[in-house]
Antibody, heavy 116, light 107 residues
């Protein structure tokens, strides 16, 4: 059974940093593109970033470019999202998802709240 | 960016009704479109990919059609467990973009 378990969310002040992690199991992690998608009540679902099987290719949406970095460790079957210079508008539930195009499996999500 | 316009934003329907949701892309995306169902407090679940391919395990009352710029998700006979919010997703270009969602409510 595919499992994606996110961690690392929480409350952070504007300008602060957080690192989200996603522990993957139940499939050959190194065979798949992986992505982060976030959801806010106001803006709905937004694709944040994705990364190729071996980490050699990455995409970040313009709204996070230069502030967020997606990475992975295939040996640890884990996906990461380093988030710096956080803003109030980054407040959302962040989902780890399997696939770089039309993801077929989603984690349960981790809530990130940016507020003073 | 490719804009995805979903309609309607909400609808009320009864069990047994046929329901159709539409997604329009701001430019041609071939068949690079998926449909997702989300229930409150849960992650989205993939129903359809490549516009019309049913995800394994998804009931056959769900179907997808379209290509280019216009796509539809049809539920042939609405069941109680189908009351949820539905989203389309285009993956023809970057950034991947979602429709704004259609909430299907009980009439």
């Amino acid at each position: 059974e595919v499992q994606l378990v996110e961690s690392g969310g929480g409350l952070v002040q504007p300008g602060g940093s957080l690192r989200l992690s996603c522990a993957a199991s139940g499939f050959t992690f190194s065979d798949y593109w992986m992505s982060w998608v976030r959801q806010t009540p106001g803006k709905g679902l937004e694709w944040v970033a994705n990364i190729k099987h071996d980490g050699s290719d990455k995409f970040h949406v313009d709204s996070v470019k230069g502030r967020f970095t997606i990475s992975r460790d295939n040996a640890k079957t884990s996906l990461y999202l380093q988030m710096n210079s956080l803003r109030a508008e980054d407040t959302a539930v962040y989902y780890c998802v399997r696939g770089g195009s039309c993801p077929d499996n989603w984690g349960q999500g981790t809530l990130v709240t940016v507020s003073s | 960016d490719i804009q995805m316009t979903q309609s309607p934003s909400s609808l009320s329907a009864s069990v047994g009704d046929r329901v159709t949701i539409t997604c329009r892309a701001s430019q041609g995306i071939r068949s690079d479109l998926g449909w997702y169902q989300q229930k409150p407090g849960k992650a989205p679940k993939r129903l359809i990919y490549t516009a019309s391919t049913l995800q394994s395990g998804v009931p056959s009352r769900f179907s997808g059609s379209g290509s280019g710029t216009e796509f539809t998700l049809t539920i042939s006979s609405l069941q109680p467990e189908d009351f949820a919010t539905y989203y389309c997703l285009q993956y023809n270009g970057y950034p991947r973009t979602f429709g704004q969602g259609t909430k299907v409510e009980i009439k």
